[in-house]
């Protein structure tokens, strides 16, 4: 035993300190104390309940748990996480350390492209998951961030150790006729099949603006963002504009998109929807409200307003 335990005043405070400040185990101050484990579990309790021992929890921690909950209960989502919101970075990574433990055993894991879940695959840690097959759900185009659309999918099915099909037909193209041939093409009709059939979906709740991924990809044009923005388009869920209440809103897309629509995505069982910070509150809040989101994984930037400025709004 150290000199300064020794010195402390009672045994309840000796088997306090060597327990909280030594980090020994119970069986290991029962040694140094000559007594039983049995006594080391009373004293410990008697330092506790004397105040010689205080447990304080982070308020941060706390005040994040408990949006968590107000989220889950406001929105009807079987699960919500709040990461802080001063290190998007951060919380991508924490993030990605949970992804694994939301996907059912054998599931078909359906992946939506954007920057958002590529940074987030960027940052899995390497996983055993031969369980599951990842399917790419939105068509593919060039990215201005350094990476291809299929990069998501293929990135999380290379770090979960497993297969992944991938939808090699572009997110957009310029009239439905075109679309209809594609689709009906046999490989791109079983990739197709594929996506329809996913347990699991990941995606991003994005911006309707022009820092928005499908703007920046070149898959809507300016002055098609201006069209849907000036019509109530407040996000982007997989490649398609949602309105205030996470509607997918119609226009000049129709018929143009290659890859699943909101109906589809709607009916997957699991969908885990990422978003972090303040400007996101807003599309954030109408995903939520059209119940695209089972699964949140969100931040105090996001959440924070959802629960203040907007509480006004309820969810319907």
């Known amino acids: 035993m150290s000199d300064l335990a020794a010195s402390l005043p009672g045994a309840a405070a000796r088997a306090a300190y060597l327990y909280h400040v030594e980090d020994l185990s119970q069986a290991e101050v029962a040694a140094k104390l000559g007594v039983s484990r049995a006594t080391v579990h009373n004293l410990l309790r008697e330092a506790r309940e004397t ?15 408990e949006a968590a909950q107000n989220l889950t209960a406001r ?42 879940v590529y940074r987030l695959a960027q940052h899995l840690p ?11 759900v939105v068509g593919s185009m060039a990215s ?20 992944c099909v991938n939808l090699h037909a572009p997110a957009v193209l310029s009239n439905p006729a075109l679309v209809a041939a594609l689709e009906a093409e046999p490989i791109i009709a079983r990739q197709l099949d594929a996506l329809r059939g996913c347990d699991a979906v990941l995606f991003a709740v994005g911006l309707a603006d022009k820092d928005s991924h499908i703007v920046q990809a070149g898959v809507v044009d300016p002055a098609t963002l201006d069209d849907y923005a000036a019509r109530g388009a407040v996000g982007v869920v997989a490649g398609r504009f949602i309105d205030a209440e996470g509607r997918e809103m119609r226009g000049s897309m129709d018929g143009r998109l290659i890859g699943i629509d909101l109906a589809a995505l709607r009916a997957v069982p699991l969908r885990i929807g990422v978003a972090f910070g303040a400007r996101r509150a807003g599309s954030l809040q109408a995903a939520l409200r059209n119940g695209l989101v089972t699964h949140l994984l969100t931040d ?17």
């Open 144 to 163: 201005p961030h350094g990476f291809n659309a299929e990069d998501c999918s293929s990135l999380i099915a290379q770090r979960f150790g497993t297969t």
């Open 75 to 116: 929105y009807d989502l079987q699960s919500a996480v709040v990461f802080p919101g001063d290190n998007e970075e951060a919380a991508l990574k924490a993030a990605a350390g949970m992804l694994e433990g939301l996907v059912p055993h054998g599931a078909r894991l359906g992946v939506a492209w954007g920057e958002t």
């Open 300 to 316: 105090s930037g996001a959440a924070g307003p959802l629960l203040s400025r907007f509480s006004g709004a309820a969810a319907e």
């Open 126 to 136: 390497p996983a055993r998951r031969g369980d599951l097959t990842v399917v790419q």
């Open 51 to 65: 105040g010689l021992v205080r447990v304080t929890l982070d308020p941060d921690l706390l005040s994040r748990a």
